[in-house]
């Protein structure tokens, strides 16, 4: 993987406290590594504690990450995104809490511009955590494959 400069702002719609990611540490348009600490303004704590659930969402902010950096490369914004499914998702947790730091790693398994599936990993401490396999469709495509008869998605 080669380093990808600027904030994580560049490359997410989100703001705080829904922006979960706070490092880029290498991407590609195939893969993001990234680093994240849960907050206590963290919108999944509940009673100190966040589900492992929870994590399905850090794993497709990096997910976005690698797919804004192909966007950025070409000279485009990085553009808006769905998750379409999520499969053989494995918690080996019961629990993370506030201050645990968080890498998650993300590589492309299949797919292209529009259409992509990923394989996620949130590991704390180095012991991996979560594992996800992610798909994930563009905004853009999923409004129009979605539309009402009226053209409103």
């Known amino acids: 993987m080669s380093s990808v400069p600027g904030p994580v702002t560049d490359y997410l719609p989100h703001r705080p406290p829904m922006l979960l990611i706070d490092r880029i540490d290498d991407a590609t ?11 206590p303004d963290c919108p999944f704590l509940q009673d100190g504690r966040v589900h492992p659930s929870a994590m399905i ?63 996620g990993t949130v590991s704390r401490g180095g012991v991996v955590c979560v594992t996800i396999q992610m798909s994930v469709v563009e905004a853009e495509l999923a409004g129009t494959q979605f539309a009402t008869p009226g053209g409103e998605a």
């Open 29 to 39: 348009s195939q893969g993001s590594d990234c680093t994240a600490t849960i907050k």
């Open 57 to 119: 969402e850090f794993v497709a902010q990096a997910c976005a990450i690698a797919a804004g950096v192909e966007d950025m490369r070409a000279g485009a914004p990085p553009r808006l995104g769905f998750i379409v499914g999520c499969r053989e998702i494995l918690f080996a947790v019961d629990q993370f809490s506030v201050g645990d730091e968080l890498t998650i790693v993300v590589r492309k398994l299949i797919g292209g511009d529009q259409l992509a599936a990923f394989s």
